[in-house]
């Protein structure tokens, strides 16, 4: 599968299935500016377990921004088929 399959997959997802995925990139992406927010806290700080909190959320946001693309993409082509 080349990139431009991927681009025209995500042009043909289903309205609904577009706005779950965007409402989980905006829930993620919250995750991430709050994990990103505690990495500053530890910056002025020094703390560090605020360190791995950070690093630990961050991670965990960004794996949930790229879940929901590719579970968005595969569950459209489940209801598809």
């Known amino acids: 599968m080349n ?9 043909k997802l ?5 706005t779950i ?4 990139l905006k829930v ?5 500016l709050i994990a ?12 560090p377990n605020t360190y791995y909190i950070g690093i630990s ?3 965990s946001g960004l794996f949930f921004i ?3 693309i590719i579970y968005g993409i595969a569950f459209n082509k489940i209801i598809n088929e």
């Open 36 to 47: 990103s927010f505690i990495l500053v806290t530890y910056n002025t700080i020094g703390e």
């Open 57 to 59: 959320l961050l991670k």
């Open 28 to 32: 993620s992406l919250i995750f991430c």
């Open 66 to 68: 790229v879940a929901f």
């Open 21 to 24: 995925i965007i409402n989980g």
């Open 14 to 18: 289903d309205k609904k299935i577009v």
């Open 3 to 11: 990139f431009q399959e991927i681009i025209k997959n995500i042009k």
